[in-house]
């Protein structure tokens, strides 16, 4: 069953390079409205546990050093077809291959410093919104 509600991070690479304002300004011209939003700096546990699912996998241990080589902001928001929409909006994982105007595109420096997280499917948005904000902490 679809949600009208995604999960995105403006990751490190993108705070770094003051882009999270610029980033937000194109989330909310999209339509977006933002229902929780916070600026956290990721301990290593934490964002092992986000990234558990690819515990196995050889580029996990240089996912969670690069999550928590910054601040993140971490937001729940919702539109109508939120998952689907958002990954459209922010481009391919390979800024190299995200469409034009896109925000990896735009903002993203690597395959790796790809400058956003959007969920990849509604049960993924509700687990990972839940990662990050409790219920009195969503609009």
């Known amino acids: 069953m679809a949600t009208n509600r995604t ?5 490190p690479d993108a705070t770094a390079a003051g882009n999270a304002g610029k980033i937000l300004d194109i989330i909310l011209e999209n339509g977006y409205k933002v229902v929780a939003l916070k600026y ?16 196995e996998r050889p580029f996990y241990n240089d996912l969670v050093s690069f999550m ?3 601040p993140i902001y971490a937001a729940i928001l919702e539109k109508e077809n939120a998952v689907a929409d958002f990954r459209t909006l922010i481009g391919a994982t390979n800024p190299a291959e995200a469409a034009p105007g896109t925000i990896r595109n735009l903002f993203a420096k690597s395959i790796d410093a790809n400058a956003v ?4 499917s509604d049960e993924n948005a509700m687990i990972e919104g839940a990662f990050f904000f409790n219920r009195f902490e969503r609009f």
């Open 40 to 55: 956290i700096h990721l301990s290593t546990a934490q964002a092992g546990a986000f990234y558990e699912i690819h515990k």
């Open 117 to 120: 997280h959007g969920s990849d």
């Open 7 to 11: 999960f995105t991070m403006i990751k």
């Open 68 to 70: 928590t080589s910054g």
